[in-house]
């Protein structure tokens, strides 16, 4: 089992920045693949970055590409998703997620933490 609780969500307004962090704890952090997905009311949750279990490589949703960046501590055991430039449709609850394999798609992530609201204002 893997636990993954994060944080670092909030109110920005449009243009701004936050950077959110997901810590692991559990089996080995450095096993596993770890994405980070949104899910806007009424819509569908989504892939937005996925991170390799050394960090290379990491990819992008084209919606975030240039404006988020995902990265990876495997010594603190988190991942982070840094979150620049952001616009009102970047509102969401962002959920990070374990997979031992990889991939963008919900079903290949095995573990899921419980989400972390961003809200940006216009």
């Known amino acids: 089992q893997v636990q993954l609780v994060e944080s670092g969500g909030g109110l920005v307004q449009a243009g701004g920045s936050l950077r959110l962090s997901c810590a692991a704890s559990g089996r080995t952090f450095s096993r596993y693949s770890m994405g980070w997905f949104r899910q806007s009311p009424g819509k569908e949750r989504e892939f937005v970055a996925a991170?390799?279990?050394?960090?290379?490589?990491?990819y992008y949703a084209d919606s975030v590409k240039g404006r988020l960046t995902i990265s990876r501590d495997n010594v603190k055991d988190t991942v982070y998703l840094q979150m620049n430039s952001l616009k009102p449709e970047d509102t969401a609850v962002y959920y990070c997620?374990?997979?031992?394999?990889?991939?963008?798609?919900?079903?290949?992530?095995?573990?899921w933490g419980q989400g972390t609201r961003v809200t940006v204002s216009s």
């Open positions: 991170i390799s279990w050394n960090g290379v490589p990491a």
């Open positions: 997620a374990a997979s031992v394999g990889s991939g963008h798609r919900l079903a290949e992530y095995d573990y």
